[in-house]
């Protein structure tokens, strides 16, 4: 059973850490966020993997621990020197990380609904599903986000 489990997260595990790293724009807390889901995945995988949808499974569990990560952050501790700052990017196109940047300045709840429609390509009905709320709020938080997103692009333009 754990060899069944290593060899299907060893080949989704670029997808997942991509689709954590967009929902909370940090690649560090996009592995951490990954690891949690994997690790509760492997404690349930006799009942997970007979699902037909393992991978739904773990990216719901991403979701969630995205979203209620707020709740979390009083665990926090602050240190008195700053971490190392993060490696430069590796080479992508400027628009690329423009958007990326953008998008971390969205509430999780926010930045979820466009994950899931432009990067998932989920439905409203799909988005409502996974986030437990219903289509309306799916449109609104959807609307906001786009506005939120057009505002902080056009700023940049700006300031450029």
């Not at 409502?128 to 940049?156: D, F, I, P, W």
Request: glycine share 4%.
């Amino acid at each position: 059973m754990d060899a069944e489990f290593r060899d299907w997260a060893g080949v989704r595990l670029p997808a997942l850490l991509r689709y954590a790293h967009l929902l909370t724009g940090d690649p560090h807390r996009a592995e951490d966020v990954v690891q949690t889901a994997l690790t509760r995945t492997l404690l349930g995988w006799s009942r997970v993997h007979r699902k037909d949808d393992p991978e739904g499974y773990v990216r719901r569990t991403i979701l969630r621990l995205v979203i209620n990560d707020r709740r979390r952050s009083w665990r926090e501790h602050l240190t008195a020197s700053p971490p190392e700052p993060p490696p430069p990017p590796l080479a992508e196109p400027e628009e690329r990380w423009a958007m990326r940047a953008a998008l971390a300045t969205l509430p999780p709840r926010q930045r979820a609904v466009l994950v899931l429609r432009y990067y998932e390509d989920m439905s409203e009905a799909q988005i409502a599903e996974a986030l437990g709320c219903s289509q309306g709020t799916v449109k609104s938080q959807a609307s906001k986000a786009l506005a939120k997103l057009r505002a902080h692009l056009n700023e940049t333009e700006v300031t450029k």
